[in-house]
Every structure is written in C-alpha cells, then in structure tokens.
C-alpha cells in the first residue's frame, strides 16, 4: 500500500510568487496534517483536517496560507505570495483518526524562496 | 513549562550500548507517540502507546500512564540507530498533538 505522498519534493520560486503543495494520505486515513518544519527544529502545526473539516487551523498564517480538503481525501496547500522566510520542509501526515492512530508522514516538500 | 518534555537533548553513546530517551507529559493524553528522524531524512512512527509497553526489534517503548511517563530503550545500538527520537502525546481534551523538543543522538562506532 502507497504511503502519504507529497508533491513537489522540490520547489524554488522567487519571492511574491505563488505555491502549492499536494498531499495524498493514506487511504481510509480521516486525519491529516499539515506541518512546517525549519532546519535543525522540530514540526510545527499548520493545520488539521478531520475528514473535510479543518480543526485545528489556529497556526496558519491566513494571510499568505490556504488549504484545503474538499472531499475529505488529498489535500492542497497554497502560499500566495511567498516570502523569504517561508523557506522551508512542508509536511504532510495522515492517521485513521486524531484520538489514536497511528501517524504516518509523507516525504516533505522542501521549498526555496529566492 | 512545555507539556511534553523529553531527556536527555542530546546523547551520544558507543556502539553496543542500552540507550534510554525519556519522556514526561503533564497533560491527559489519549496516546503517545515516538517518532524518530535521521538527519535530512523524513519522520518515522516508530510506537503509538496508550499503555504498557511494546517491543519492535531491538526498540522498545514503555508508557506508565499513572505517572505521566514514557521511555525509549534501545538494545545493542548501531551507528544507524543515530537520529533525532521525538516523543508527541494527543492531548485527550482537543487531540491535539504536542510534540517534545526531541532527542538527538549519536551513536559513535
């Protein structure tokens, strides 16, 4: 069975250019996860999805950030338009259920801002 | 103070040695997490525990639910084991994912 996939692996953009991420989690997987993760540090929440509901967006800069899951299954996330110190590896994570399951993370997509 | 707290931050140990990370939570959890990441690699479930204790090879991962506590334990450490171990609890009020600060360590040959 196909892990969580992410796409692009690789993104450079110039800065005031647009982006989006693409995350197709684990089928069946109701719980999906957005995360941020700078060198050297740990993830940091963008959002959570239960199903086609966003629970926890809380830590998205809605400025810049969007996402969504329409149909409660892959997922888009877009930065428009990109900064410097947006640079970053966006992850993606996916489990059966927010209470206990088991998590499961894609490869990451590592964005350059020129 | 952080809700998920893990020792040691850093370890580094020779090759062979019983390795123990440590994890402590201060809130009501529905289930722990201990993940682990090489350094420019991707994040690896390694256990979800919500009690006791389950063993995977040469990792095992204990949980005293009671005393708010969890630990890694790695037999017969290998340079390969080297990784950043990360300990996250879902917190059983919001499930909410808090993750610790993480546990790099350096297995040297």
């Known amino acids: 069975e196909a892990g969580v996939v992410q796409s692009p692996r690789y993104k450079i953009i110039e800065k005031k250019q647009p982006v989006a991420f693409w995350c197709n989690p684990i089928?069946?997987?109701?719980?999906l996860y957005w995360y941020l993760q700078n060198l050297g540090q740990g993830p940091e929440l963008l959002i959570r999805?239960?199903?086609?509901?966003?629970?926890?967006d809380s830590q998205l800069p809605k400025d810049r950030f969007s996402a969504e899951r329409l149909k409660g299954v892959d997922s888009t996330l877009k930065i428009q338009p990109a900064e410097l110190g947006d640079s970053a590896v966006y992850l993606c994570?996916?489990?059966?259920?927010?209470?206990?399951?088991?998590?499961?993370f894609g490869e990451g997509s590592r964005l350059t801002v020129l | 103070k952080n809700e998920v707290e893990q020792s040691p931050q850093n370890l580094t140990a020779q090759e062979g040695e019983f390795i123990t990370i440590n994890c402590s939570y201060s809130?009501?959890?529905?289930?722990l997490h201990w993940l682990q990441q090489h350094p420019g690699g991707g994040i690896v479930s390694l256990f979800m525990?919500?009690?006791?204790?389950k063993k995977h090879g040469r990792l095992i991962a204990t949980i005293n639910i009671q005393e708010k506590h969890s630990s890694l334990h790695i037999t017969a450490s290998h340079p390969r084991d080297s990784a950043v171990y990360i300990c996250?609890?879902?917190?059983?009020?919001?499930?909410?994912?808090?993750w610790g600060a993480g546990t790099k360590l350096i297995i040297k040959p």
């Open positions: 994570a996916s489990s059966f259920n927010d209470r206990d399951g088991e998590l499961f």
């Open positions: 996250a609890v879902i917190q059983d009020s919001n499930y909410q994912l808090i």
């Open positions: 089928s069946g997987h109701n719980t």
């Open positions: 809130v009501g959890i529905s289930a």
């Open positions: 999805y239960e199903n086609e509901e966003a629970v926890d």
């Open positions: 525990l919500s009690s006791g204790k």
